[in-house]
């Protein structure tokens, strides 16, 4: 599996989550990396992009204003920070890489990669 992600769990409402996407056998530098969930029961979601350079992002607006996405490409590794969590944001959440090397990502982009996923129950 090329990418890994990690970091899912059980939160509180209100409570902060940071998921990491890590990869296995490529190196991200020249990919976009977007984040999806779904939903127990509804589909696929794109939840947030960020370019291959680092230099834009994109945001859903369910989660505008709580999630942030950062990349480190000396780790190869991609970070989703999810504050202000909701119990709308429970569910399987992925990580998806596209080869690029320039550009800006966008959430309805085909993605040449894909993790297995990580579960995220927001609940008291």
């Known amino acids: 599996v090329p990418l890994v992600e990690s970091g899912g769990g059980l939160v509180q409402p209100g409570g902060s989550l940071r998921l990491s996407c890590a990869t296995s056998g490529f190196t991200l530098d020249y990919y976009h990396v977007n984040w999806f969930r779904q939903a127990p029961g509804k589909e696929v979601e794109g939840v947030s992009c960020i370019s291959s350079s680092g230099g834009s992002t994109t945001y859903a607006n369910s989660v505008k204003g709580r999630f942030t996405l950062s990349r480190d490409n000396a780790k190869n590794t991609v970070y989703l920070q999810m504050n202000n969590l909701k119990p709308e944001d429970t569910g399987v959440y992925y990580c998806?890489?596209?080869?690029?090397?320039?550009?800006?990502?966008?959430?309805?982009?085909?993605?040449?990669?894909w993790g297995k996923g990580t579960l995220v129950t927001v609940s008291s």
């Open positions: 998806a890489a596209l080869g690029s090397l320039a550009g800006d990502c966008h959430l309805s982009d085909g993605m040449d990669y």
